[in-house]
């Protein structure tokens, strides 16, 4: 199975800035995504992200507050913009295409913010 | 988009019990995973099961898909298999895009 590592694990941060959180998968994946669950929540997708090109979002999440990178096939990157405490959340890196349709998740950045 | 319904929403059991959980989804589909979250958050992948039936362990689980559901089967549970378990899908053509179920809670008590 893939390996997906998130940093950071945790992080308390104060309303109007933002945070970098990064994803690094140990074998190549043909595909990354990012999700938040928020708190007692399920998980929403907020894009794929897409190597080399600007990711795809999905309806209700858009660039400019949740700027995604992924230079090459092992490691991307979720910016939370201009943050608020509504975007306290768990935000977990997903990859496929290593083993197939199998989905793999980081353990997750747990985000407060105050 | 694909609606992913999930049933019972909470379930506390006796170690030892067995359960099942149930998925139901609205659409056909290429791709179903359950998976387990445990209380520390991480998501560990169960099954891949868009049709048949599959075991590992003391779990099991069959998808139906030209019924739209799924059931994931726990026998003789244990205190570990306390958390939160998703049902998730990738309609056609979804681009290994899932979409998820709101979970099943599950506390198992010695």
């Known amino acids: 199975s893939a390996v997906i590592s998130q940093k950071p694990s945790r992080d308390i941060c104060q309303r109007g800035t933002s945070l970098t959180i990064q994803c690094q998968v140990d074998?190549?994946?043909?595909?990354m995504f990012w999700y938040r669950q928020q708190p007692g929540q399920s998980l929403t997708l907020i894009a794929t992200?897409?190597?080399?090109?600007?990711?795809?979002?999905e309806s209700g999440f858009v660039i400019d507050k949740f700027p995604i990178s992924r230079p090459n096939l092992t490691f991307s990157t979720l910016t939370v913009s201009n943050m608020s405490p509504e975007d306290s959340s768990i935000y977990l890196c997903?990859?496929?295409?290593?083993?197939?349709?199998?989905?793999?998740f980081g353990q997750g950045t747990r985000l407060t913010v105050v | 988009g694909i609606q992913v319904e999930q049933s019972p929403p909470d379930l506390i059991l006796q170690e030892g019990a067995n359960s099942t959980l149930r998925c139901n989804f609205s659409?056909?589909?290429?791709?179903l995973q359950w998976f387990h979250q445990n209380p520390w958050g991480q998501l560990i992948n169960l099954f891949y099961?868009?049709?048949g039936t599959k075991q590992n362990g003391r779990l099991s689980a069959t998808t139906v898909a030209t019924e739209r559901y799924s059931l994931l089967y726990i026998s003789s549970s244990q205190t570990t298999d306390s958390g939160v378990y998703f049902c998730?899908?990738?309609?056609?053509?979804?681009?290994?895009?899932?979409?998820f179920g709101k979970g099943n809670q599950v506390v198992v008590i010695p």
């Open positions: 997903s990859a496929t295409g290593g083993q197939g349709p199998l989905a793999f």
């Open positions: 074998s190549q994946v043909t595909m």
């Open positions: 992200a897409n190597q080399g090109s600007e990711a795809t979002y």
């Open positions: 659409d056909s589909v290429n791709n």
């Open positions: 099961i868009p049709s």
């Open positions: 998730a899908v990738e309609p056609m053509g979804g681009n290994n895009r899932l979409a």
